[in-house]
């Protein structure tokens, strides 16, 4: 095995970190009907209902924490690799054996995964027009796509569950169930193809991704999760107070990785502006109108729409490591993405609520 295998190997994992983020919030809602332990309540319940902009601001300080430390010399790259490391083995498992269990999986809520799916699709279908008019090299042409798609639900899930409490947060988990899929899937193919087995035929490639799927704690905590969930079966409670002080760690290692990553170098400015008007701008006009198709009104309208106008997915930079795929792109698509969804999200987030 080459000595960059163990380190690809890695990168695979970090694609589920900011999918599975937004289990960890779940995790808080379910959980805290369950387990009466003051301990519990006070570790997990991560944002005060009375008190949400508070929550806010706590996420956003983090996200400066991290990229404070990083302009300081404190934190690396490399550390960022790190922490996403301890998530990916310590936290990530638990939050979904402890999650996933409690999901309602109710016919009724059915229009928000096929709506991900929906649009995922859309979006991909522009990128690749648009990107074949700009005759761009493979390298970049996959970065163009995957960035088109990928929608950022971790990063919207403070402001959904500031201004629409647990409502969103379980209604945020459902879109995702659709989102994150394509994306474990269908986004790493492409990156695939575009990047390092651009060569290589299509059962090549097919067996590459199935391979990395195999060796994915997340994914088979989440078919354990499932099982748990059809059984109408729990956790353990003797496990519930070990699994809870895995969790915790979640937030604050994630916006800290996310800060350590973040650059605010400008690369391919009009390929970056095209990207973003698809993912963000396109995205929206998808969920206005499937909204309006679908005939949904009140939270789960909010819902699809502010998922539909999710920042570019931070998942971006690690298909781009692990497939060879153009860095210095898709580092300045993220990062961009990154400091306007800190503006527009929980701008679009409070206005839809004002609507209900």
């Known amino acids: 095995m080459s000595s960059s295998s163990p380190r690809k190997f890695f990168l695979l994992k970090n694609l589920i970190l900011c999918r599975f ?3 960890y ?3 808080v809602i379910f959980l805290k009907e369950k387990i009466e332990s003051k301990v519990f309540k006070r570790n997990f319940l991560v944002c005060p209902m009375n008190d949400p902009y508070s929550s806010v601001l706590a996420i956003i300080l983090l996200f400066l924490l991290g990229y404070s430390l990083k302009k300081l010399n404190f ?6 690799d790190l922490f996403l490391k301890m998530v990916f083995y310590l936290t990530l498992p638990s939050i979904i054996l402890l999650t996933i269990p409690t999901i309602p999986l109710d016919v009724k809520f059915i229009y928000l995964p096929i709506s991900a799916v929906i649009i995922y699709f859309l979006t991909f279908s522009i990128a690749y027009i648009v990107g074949r008019l700009y005759q761009l090299e493979e ?3 996959g ?3 995957i960035a088109s798609m990928i929608m950022n639900l971790g990063f919207n899930l403070p402001f959904v ?12 988990t459902l879109f995702d169930l659709g989102n994150g899929f394509l994306t474990l899937t269908f986004a790493y193919y492409w990156a695939t193809r575009m990047g390092s087995a651009h060569n290589n035929n299509t059962a090549q490639i097919n067996m590459k991704v199935l391979k990395k799927f195999l060796y994915s704690p997340p994914l088979w905590a989440l078919g354990i999760g499932f099982i748990l969930n059809l059984a109408d079966l729990s956790v353990p409670t003797i496990l519930t107070d070990f699994i809870n002080h895995l969790a915790v760690m979640t937030t604050p290692l994630i916006m800290l990785s996310l800060g350590i990553y973040f650059s605010p170098n400008i690369k391919r400015p009009k390929l970056l502006v095209s990207v973003l008007m698809i993912r963000m701008v396109g995205g929206f006009i998808f969920g206005v109108l499937l909204v309006l198709i679908f005939s949904v009104k009140g939270s789960i309208m909010a819902i699809i729409i502010i ?7 931070f998942n971006t930079l690690t298909f781009t490591a692990l497939e060879e795929l153009d860095k210095d792109f898709a580092a300045s698509v993220v990062s961009t993405a990154i400091a306007l969804g800190l503006f527009y999200v929980p701008l679009l987030t409070f206005l839809l609520q004002m609507h209900l």
């Open 139 to 141: 390298k970049v042409f």
């Open 21 to 23: 983020y937004i289990l």
């Open 143 to 145: 970065v163009f796509l």
């Open 75 to 80: 934190f690396t790259k490399e550390h960022a």
């Open 307 to 313: 998922s539909a106008a999710a920042p570019v997915g």
């Open 161 to 172: 569950l500031a201004f629409y409490g647990q409502e969103g947060v379980v209604l945020a």
């Open 25 to 27: 919030h779940a995790s």
